[in-house]
């Protein structure tokens, strides 16, 4: 049994929740989220929160009663208070800037890096810092992953891009004899 898909889902308020068939559809202003479970599990609104139940007794019905259950919270979390990573850049030259719809990334290179924010994203860009803000929780850690790939930060002196929680093991260089 799922330890994770026998908890409701309670719904924020300001949240609207409709059921379209097997899509879970929420709404909050103009954002709307929507969750296809393909017919795997059985859906109930009751009053402020969602339930969902398995449709069969196997093993894999019950992985995707806990997977559509975190899923559909994270959805009310993301329409609720949204998602936000933060990235660090340490490199001497090394900066970013946000024009338009595009972030450009001075990374040691020869040239400048651009990176096309994609739909519901924000970015804003503090100095040293990268923050990375939206409703949908994978599309924030994946934008975040895909920014940390142009320059992952190296073991000797730090220099890169990295989380603010992400701690760096350093080396040590070449001891002189």
């Known amino acids: 049994m799922s330890r994770v898909g026998k908890n409701p889902v309670a719904i924020p308020s300001g949240i609207e929740v409709s059921v379209d068939g097997a899509v879970i559809v929420a709404k909050k202003g103009n954002n709307e989220k929507r969750l296809d479970t393909h017919g795997r599990v059985s859906i109930e609104i009751k009053e402020n929160e969602v339930v969902l139940t398995r449709a069969g007794e196997d093993k894999q019905s019950s992985a995707y009663w806990g997977t559509y259950r975190a899923l559909l919270a994270n959805i009310m979390e993301g329409l609720d208070k949204g998602f936000k990573k933060s990235l660090e850049i ?88």
């Open 90 to 177: 340490n490199g001497v030259g090394y900066r970013a800037a946000v024009n338009g719809k595009v972030l450009e990334l001075q990374l040691g290179f020869s040239h400048p890096v651009h990176f096309s924010i994609p739909e519901g994203i924000t970015i804003a860009v503090d100095k040293n810092l990268i923050h990375i803000s939206g409703t949908d929780k994978q599309v924030v850690g994946q934008v975040a992953a895909e920014i940390r790939a142009f320059r992952p930060p190296e073991p000797y002196k730090g220099k890169g891009v990295k989380y603010t929680d992400e701690t760096i093991i350093r080396k040590a260089g070449k001891t002189a004899s």
